[in-house]
Every structure is written in structure tokens, then in C-alpha cells.
């Protein structure tokens, strides 16, 4: 109990340089190709009083953070150890439907889910994070999330920082709500009172005195960021979303709206050590729409921090590292972004509802609804999207499966600072922004990918949409999906399925305990390697195999020793 008490203590309440902060923290690290990710609900010190119910992910509040290489084939083992169904969804990465994540991928309590892909993605900072239908808010809201860094050869060529935690930090930013008791609030509250920098109120962060890095989230439910700095320095935006732009973006404001990422560079190298300076979000003064612009300091879209300039990180300069990097590079990675012209379809997604006051926002004047399929796309096919924002409110777009190009906002040109991949903007009222996006690879007619705002609340309320990437139409004939073999049986480590059919394909595979309980669930799973079931308790269970053209499905038992 006295231990607990001091973890906890010790978790958020270390106070250095200056008192009135707590030190940042910086999530561990998680490497490989193998990664395991516990969900857990939990509880943190976040105030005075109280502790905070929170969920984490193998920890107190959000989660590691995992590095991974271009190239590499991850395996994610999943196991959700809280009391709700969730999903976890690997924002911005381009890969099999089954494998999103997103609302179609569910995994109920007590279940182990281990989706894997070939990573394809360039070097940038990703997310993963919860993406339950109606329970995305609520399931943020605790904690769950965590970054994902994805490394490739033309990032490791160039001389940026690149020293996690020292000289390259990773921050998302999202605020909380709490109840007098200290309790998060997650219903009718679209933005927080207080600032949370990796889970740390009132933070913190030692820099040196040179060229930093800072890989920065809008992990908020609705509130979108004006950053710049208290001295109004200049910055360098060298990443968007899903990559490296061609060269830095001086700027010395930037607008983050939720979802999106940018990796910035912070020259410190003129800095006084012992000096600090804060990073903050110049809030006060948007035009209307501006989430988190509302005027109300309480109620569903007020908040202490609304209309505000607040600091989001306090900085304090400490002496240069051995070998660091002292200079902004000029020119960065060379992309070959995809044009108008290259386009063969094109669409358009319109933004309504909202009116009368209090109707949800939706596309198209259509809720979301499970069985309704909105779009229906080609394979390997360039498509051009306008979204255009006919409503009261300004919106976060977020397409899941690629990375797309911004290629006009009607409002005027594209920001040279929005100019790289991405995967989410920011649209504001009476804008249209066109985008431009290559659906390859990955074709699925039963698992859908999802489009829609990413803020909680509203895709939460049906702000979403969905879409099948169609296939070729194969021509294998398979007479007989049904019939299979599972061995060993009984079973130690490993069980294997094996298909009597050789044009048949293992799609999925489900095993439940005799309770009829989902304990695993193996998207297109590997089964000539056999699936390890190591992690199972000894006992009866059964096999669910749906074969992958014909979807049929059939159940055998097997003993687990
Ligand atoms: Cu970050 Cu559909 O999600
Ligand atoms: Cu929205």
C-alpha cells in the first residue's frame, strides 16, 4: 500500500527546475518486430486528492511508444485486459482492412487480437489509439494511445536529432475535465479545463542547447492547437503526417488540429543556458469555428482554457549534448507526391447536419451505419477527394488505409507547412479541400476502412463513414472451404490448421473457451507457422476458421495441454 502510494506519487509529482511544473514524461520504448501491448484500467495521480481512474496501455496513462522500421513485418499482440470491449487502430499506416483496427475490429474483454503488416510507411510519427463506435471519446478519454516512430534509410541519412527523449521528444497534447472528486468527464464535454503533455499537467521539459526535435500529437477530443513560442522564435516543420517534407517550413505559428502530427525543429543553439521559454497554444482571438475558440470557460463546448493563449510545455535550455546536431538542414527528403493528373476517379464528401441545433454532424446527410457501405473503391486506383464543409463548425478530416496529398483549399493556397503526406486536416466552415490519394495493395470485401472527423465526440455521434477497397474478382474455384485438419490435438505450444483444399486461404481465425468466450483472435493469421497458444490455460476450447474467398466458417474443438 505505502509503495503504491509513493509510485504513484513518484509518477507525476517530480519537481526540479521550477516547482510550479512537474517533469515531462517521456514514454518508454518499445522495439522490434514483436511488440506486446497490455490494456489495462487503471488509476493515476493526476491532481492533489484523489487518484484518477485511468487506462493505459502496459502502464498507468497512454503507452509506449513503439519504434518500428520500414520493411519490417510487425506483429502486434494486443490483449485487452480492461472491462469493455475496445479496438486499437494504427493511425496513418497503410495496411490490410482486417489489420486497422478501426470500429469493425473489435476485441472484447479478455481477448488477445494479433493483427500484422508489412510496414510501407515512410519515416514519421504515428498513433495508435481506441476507435469503439460511440465509445472512442470515452475510451481516449482514460489514456489509451501511444505513438508509433517509424524509422526508413532516407530519415537516417539526414542529420536531424534523432536521440528519443533527449534531443527528439515526442508530445502529444490533449486537456481533461475533471469531476470535484478528480474523475475524468467524458460525456457532453467536447474540451478539457487542464493541459495533459504526455499525461503531465503543468509540464516540464530540459532541452539542450541545440537543434531539438519535437514530434508533436493533437491527441484532444475536439481542441485544435495554435502553437508557437513565448519569445515568437522562428521553428522548422520538417514532418506532416505520414513523413518528411522535401525541406523545413519556417514558421512561427502552426496550426494542429486533432489527429494530425508535426515534427518540428527548435534551434537552441543561440539559447542561455538556465533560460526558459514555453511552448503554447495562441488560442485567444480565432476565427469563429476555431475548436476550442468558444468563449464559455464551462458546459459542453466551454472550457477554462478556451479563447486562451495557455502554455503547453515550459521549457528550460540545459547545456548541449556530446555531438549534437547545430543546424537546421536546408533541404530534406525528396518526395514524389501524387497530382490532380493522376487521379482516374473522383468524389466528393460533403459536411452537414448539425442543424437544427444539437443534430449530430454527419457526410453526405447520412449518419453512420454499420451496414451501410458509403463508398466502394477500385483496388490500386488513384482517387481525388473534395470534402467540403457546409456546417456551422470546423472539422478534423481523417481518412484511414493511405497517406494523401493536399492539392487546393478553396480558401486559399496550400500552406507549404501542410505541403507533405497526410492523413488528417483541418477544414474550417465554408471551406472544401481536395486531396489526392493511392488506394493500393490491400483489397477486402467484408472488412471496410473508415473515413470520418476525427474528433471523439463527433465520430463518436456518427460523423463517419466507410469504404471497401474491391478486389479483382478472383476465378480460383474452391469446392471444398469447409474441410480441415487442426494438430496437434491435444496441443502444447503450437496448433496448426491446415485446409484440405489448395485454393483455399485461412481469413481469419477465432478461439473461444468453453464459456464461449473469444480468448484470440488471429486476423489472415500465418497458420503454416501454427499459432502459439502458449498464453492460453490448459483446457477445452474451439476453433472458429473462416476460409478467405468463400467466408465460410466452421468451428472444431481442440485441448489445449
Ligand atoms: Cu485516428 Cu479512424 O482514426
Ligand atoms: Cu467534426
Known amino acids: 500500500m505505502r509503495i503504491a502510494i509513493l509510485l504513484s506519487c513518484l509518477f507525476f509529482a517530480q519537481f526540479s527546475a521550477n516547482a510550479q511544473y512537474n517533469t515531462l514524461w517521456i514514454p518508454d520504448t518499445l522495439s522490434g518486430t514483436n511488440f506486446n501491448l497490455v490494456l489495462k484500467d487503471t488509476f493515476a495521480q ?29 506483429h502486434m499482440n494486443v490483449y485487452n485486459k480492461t472491462n469493455d470491449s475496445t479496438t486499437i487502430h494504427w493511425h496513418g499506416f497503410h495496411l490490410p482492412a482486417v489489420m486497422d483496427g478501426g470500429p469493425h475490429q473489435v476485441i472484447p474483454p479478455g481477448t488477445l487480437w494479433q493483427p500484422f503488416w508489412k510496414i510501407t510507411n515512410q519515416a514519421a510519427t504515428y498513433w495508435y489509439h481506441p476507435h469503439l463506435h ?47 472528486g478528480n474523475q475524468f468527464v467524458y460525456t457532453n464535454t467536447a474540451y478539457g479545463d487542464y493541459m495533459l503533455t504526455n499525461g503531465t499537467p503543468n509540464a516540464q521539459v530540459s532541452l539542450p542547447k541545440q537543434v531539438v526535435r519535437l514530434r508533436i500529437l493533437n491527441a484532444e477530443t475536439e481542441r ?23 525541406a523545413p517550413v519556417g514558421v512561427t505559428r502552426l496550426k494542429l488540429g486533432v489527429g494530425e502530427r508535426a515534427e518540428i525543429l527548435v534551434d537552441l543553439t543561440g539559447a542561455t543556458v538556465g533560460s526558459s521559454f514555453d511552448l503554447k497554444a495562441y488560442n485567444s482571438g480565432q476565427a469563429f469555428g476555431f475548436p476550442g475558440g468558444e468563449p464559455g470557460t464551462s458546459g459542453e463546448f466551454g472550457s477554462l482554457l478556451n ?28 518526395n514524389t507526391y501524387l497530382t490532380a493528373a493522376d487521379a482516374t476517379v473522383s468524389r466528393t464528401l460533403t459536411i452537414n447536419g448539425g442543424q437544427p ?13 454499420f451496414n451501410t457501405i458509403n463508398k466502394t473503391l477500385d483496388v490500386n486506383t488513384t482517387e ?27 480558401t486559399g493556397a496550400v500552406g507549404q507547412y501542410e505541403s507533405g503526406w497526410k492523413d488528417v486536416f483541418y477544414i474550417a466552415i465554408n471551406e472544401s479541400v481536395t486531396f489526392v490519394a493511392r488506394f493500393a495493395d490491400y483489397a ?118
Not at 224 to 246: E, K, M, Q
Not at 447 to 453: D, K, N, T
Open 134 to 180: 460511440e465509445m472512442t471519446q470515452e475510451h481516449m478519454t482514460k489514456g489509451l494511445g501511444g505513438f508509433i516512430i517509424v524509422r526508413d534509410a532516407e530519415e537516417a541519412a539526414l542529420p536531424l536529432p534523432r536521440t528519443y527523449g533527449v534531443d527528439d521528444i515526442p508530445l502529444s497534447l490533449t486537456s481533461r475535465r475533471y469531476t470535484t
Open 357 to 369: 441545433a444539437g443534430n449530430p454532424f454527419v457526410f453526405d446527410n447520412k449518419i453512420f451505419d
Open 46 to 74: 493526476l491532481r492533489s486528492g484523489n487518484q484518477t481512474i485511468t487506462a493505459g496501455v502496459n502502464g498507468a496513462f497512454w503507452g509506449p511508444t513503439l519504434f518500428i522500421n520500414k520493411g519490417d513485418e510487425v
Open 307 to 334: 479563447n486562451k493563449d495557455f502554455t503547453v510545455l515550459h521549457i528550460n535550455v540545459t547545456a548541449a549534448t556530446t555531438n549534437p546536431i547545430t543546424a537546421v538542414p536546408t533541404t530534406l527528403v525528396n
Open 384 to 410: 481525388k477527394w473534395t470534402v467540403t464543409n457546409t456546417n456551422i463548425f470546423s472539422h478534423s478530416f481523417h481518412i484511414h488505409d493511405v497517406q494523401f496529398k493536399i492539392i487546393s483549399r478553396s
Open 444 to 561: 477486402d470485401p467484408i472488412h471496410p476502412f473508415m473515413y470520418h472527423c476525427h474528433f471523439g465526440n463527433h465520430e463518436d455521434e456518427g460523423m463517419m463513414g466507410q469504404f471497401v477497397v474491391k478486389g479483382s474478382t478472383s476465378t480460383s474455384d474452391i469446392a471444398n472451404p469447409l474441410t480441415y485438419n487442426v494438430f496437434p490435438n491435444p496441443a502444447d505450444d503450437r496448433l496448426y490448421v491446415q485446409l484440405a483444399d489448395p485454393n483455399a486461404a485461412v481469413y481469419y481465425v477465432t478461439i473461444f473457451n468453453t464459456n464461449g468466450k473469444a480468448v484470440m483472435m488471429l486476423p489472415q493469421p500465418q497458420v503454416q507457422q501454427g499459432i502459439d497458444i502458449t498464453t492460453l490455460p490448459r483446457g477445452a476450447y474451439s476453433i472458429q476458421v473462416m476460409e478467405k474467398e468463400t467466408k465460410a466458417v466452421s468451428t472444431k474443438k481442440f485441448v489445449k495441454l
Open 224 to 246: 485544435a492547437y495554435n502553437l508557437g513560442f513565448s519569445d515568437n522564435r522562428t521553428f522548422y516543420v520538417i514532418g506532416n503526417d505520414g513523413g518528411l517534407l522535401n
